[in-house]
């Protein structure tokens, strides 16, 4: 073949990979002549964008749970305090969560690469929980001047997780007279967590936090 007929083929070739794209850019739907699917059956290839929508839906599991809808002016950040009891029930709440799909500590499905460059632009590195997950269930049990969060995978399974000591700024102590506190949404955050180091991740064990956010209310 000579030299000549090889310009013209690719010529071919990347015209007809720029029509595809326009198509596939401006309809979102494939051409009748998109022989993409034909290469992927044979070579057994699998859509990157499939590959990213299912490692995004496991990082997102668990953001539909709710406990009801608040107004965000009456909704502030909660301050816990959890001893090493409380942290071994919130880890063996994850491993149960994680052992039915409902969360995924992966580092996002990002490959080693990727996540290195994220830990470079973050100062608090990655954590393999890239966003909070959403605690499936969780209540709020006041013992004298205490409140307690207690949750976990379901009611019957409820574990203590930890003591609100602050709302805001204000210390709960100065609050349970003036107000009710109800919460809003307790999240999973932290965990196995890698930073960057000269030239690549280092690893280092994490325990898991809870992120929370209460509403309030005047009595």
Do not use: C
């Amino acid at each position: 073949m000579t030299r000549g007929a090889l310009f013209i083929l690719a010529f071919i070739a990347l015209a007809y990979f720029s029509y595809l794209n326009v198509i596939h850019y401006f309809t979102k739907k494939q051409s009748r002549i998109d022989f993409s699917p034909w290469i992927e059956k044979k070579l057994h290839m699998k859509p990157r964008e499939e590959k990213i929508e299912k490692n995004s839906n496991l990082s997102k599991a668990g953001y539909v749970q709710t406990n009801g809808i608040f107004d965000n002016e009456k909704m502030l950040p909660a301050s816990l305090k959890m001893n090493q009891e409380h942290h071994n029930n919130l880890k063996k709440i994850v491993e149960v969560l994680e052992q039915q799909g409902y969360l995924s500590l992966n580092f996002g499905g990002l490959s080693e690469e990727h996540q290195l460059k994220v830990a470079r632009t973050n100062t608090n590195g990655i954590d393999a929980l890239l966003e909070p997950v959403a605690l499936p269930y969780f209540e709020l049990e006041k013992r004298g001047d205490k409140f307690v969060i207690l949750g976990g995978v379901n009611p019957l399974e409820r574990k203590e997780l930890g003591e609100i000591v602050r709302v805001g700024l204000t210390p709960v102590a100065d609050i349970g007279d003036k107000y009710e506190i109800f919460l809003a949404a307790v999240v999973i955050e932290g965990g196995p967590h890698k930073f960057a180091g000269r030239s690549s991740l280092v690893s280092e064990e994490q325990p898991f936090n809870l992120g929370v956010q209460v509403a309030y209310n005047n009595k």
